[in-house]
């Protein structure tokens, strides 16, 4: 009787093991499955796109430097002046809209003798005004109005175009299809066939001056023959793109 018994407790025992035996001794589950990007042959390439361009507008930094005994000389002389120079840009035909204030300072001058302290000469007042000419033909025309207004200081001048969307579409259709040409001499290459385009993106756009032809590349007529004579050149309107594509056997 007692060794019956005990041969029952055993099997109850192992019965109740058993569940945990199986669950330490199973199988791990599978691994998932591979990223799809290591199922397929894939091909991640850029493509450039660049178109040249004539610009239709220029932006040019010009004002007045004056100088007198007394700040408020200064101030007000380079005021006076420069009010006749905003007067002859309206007049050129360049609108309100397109002439911005972008520097205005005013600073004490010293004369500066060896073993002698700094003397003050007077003081210097500057104004600077950014103006945008929308039509290149009025460019040189213009120039010349602010200079027999008063201006004596001319900085920077870069050329633009009003509407850049036109080019900056040519130069995404001139990108693709450079995309599309390297990716057919790849999958050549590599004994493969394009398949899909599976993304597609853009990066920058950009326009880069040339350098300006020998001599202005605007209109003119007999009115501007003695004008200040300007060379747009031509923009280089540039933009760069990536894809990435499906590539079979």
Do not use: C
């Amino acid at each position: 009787m007692k060794t019956l018994l005990r041969a029952g407790v055993l099997s109850l025992s192992l019965a109740a093991l058993a569940p945990a035996a199986l669950a330490q001794t199973a199988p791990a589950p599978a691994a998932p499955a591979a990223d799809s990007m290591f199922r397929a042959t894939t091909l991640n390439l850029s493509g450039v796109g660049e178109v040249d361009v004539a610009p239709d507008m220029a932006t040019i930094s010009l004002g007045v430097q004056t100088e007198a005994p007394t700040a408020q000389a200064a101030m007000q002389a380079n005021a006076q002046q420069m009010t006749r120079v905003m007067t002859a840009l309206n007049r050129a035909g360049i609108e309100s809209r397109d002439i911005q204030t972008s520097n205005l300072n005013l600073s004490a001058q010293y004369d500066y003798v060896e073993n002698q302290p700094p003397r003050l000469r007077g003081y210097q007042a500057s104004n600077q005004v950014t103006v945008k000419v929308r039509d290149l033909a009025r460019l040189g025309s213009a120039v010349d109005a602010t200079v027999n207004a008063g201006a004596n200081q001319i900085n920077n001048i870069s050329f633009g175009l009003n509407d850049r969307s036109q080019a900056e579409n040519q130069a995404r259709q001139a990108a693709v299809r450079d995309l599309q040409a390297k990716a057919q001499l790849y999958a050549q290459a590599t004994g493969h066939r394009v398949g899909r385009l599976v993304t597609l993106s853009e990066g920058a756009s950009y326009s880069a001056p040339q350098p300006p032809m020998p001599y202005m590349a605007m209109a003119r007529n007999e009115s501007m023959k003695d004008s200040t004579p300007m060379s747009g050149g031509e923009l280089t309107v540039r933009v760069d793109i990536s894809g990435l594509y499906e590539l079979s056997r």
